[in-house]
């Protein structure tokens, strides 16, 4: 157990037995216990393999090579269509989590095996991101607003294109894309 964890089992306003079942359930994997984006986060040689988080319906385990593991009990969910590499197994109860104990395990030590088996989830490209035809249109009409937009890493290209596509009228597309003009220009991500 890592101390500076304890915060996050301690003040839980909800979920707080299942998420010291799922603890007691990871101590016995051996791995390293870190906090990160607030969560406890487990990890094997400095390499992230899963966390514990919770949200307002369910709590859950998140696998950052999710995708990768075999997945026998058809038990993990994709968070959206988006997500490419992680993938949870949710809980609603403590009872859910005791039945399902030994799965979890498995999962556990599947994730690890998979960490030291060197593999990595193939991510697609940006390329293959939907373009919006009204972004297009700006990238072509605007060579610097082009050179800027190549220039960002793939991750904020695609967290772009993902926000310009997810508006269903081609009014706020084109809403969307003129607000963050200025922050590509500038070669900052959606989030910066």
Sequence with gaps: ??????????????????????????????????????????TYHGKNI????????????????????????KILIQQSE???ASRQIRFTSLEEIND???EIKLYMYEAVEVEKAGLKVVLKETKEFEMPEEFNYQLNENIELKKAFESLTPGRQRAYLLYFSA????????????????????GKG???
């Design 190 to 192: 959606i989030n910066d």
């Design 167 to 186: 508006a269903k009228q081609s009014k706020t597309r084109e809403s969307r894309i003129e607000k963050y003009i200025p922050h590509i220009l500038l």
């Design 100 to 102: 399902l104990e030994k």
């Design 82 to 84: 988006n997500v490419q």
């Design 1 to 42: 157990m890592n101390p500076k964890a304890d915060f996050f089992f301690d003040q839980a306003k909800q979920w707080q037995q299942e998420f010291e079942k799922l603890r007691a359930i990871a101590q016995d994997i051996g791995l390293e216990e870190e906090v990160k984006w607030g969560c406890p986060c487990y």
């Design 50 to 73: 899963f966390l514990i988080h919770g949200f307002k319906e369910y709590c859950a385990l998140l696998f950052f090579k999710g995708a990768l593991l075999n997945d026998s009990e």
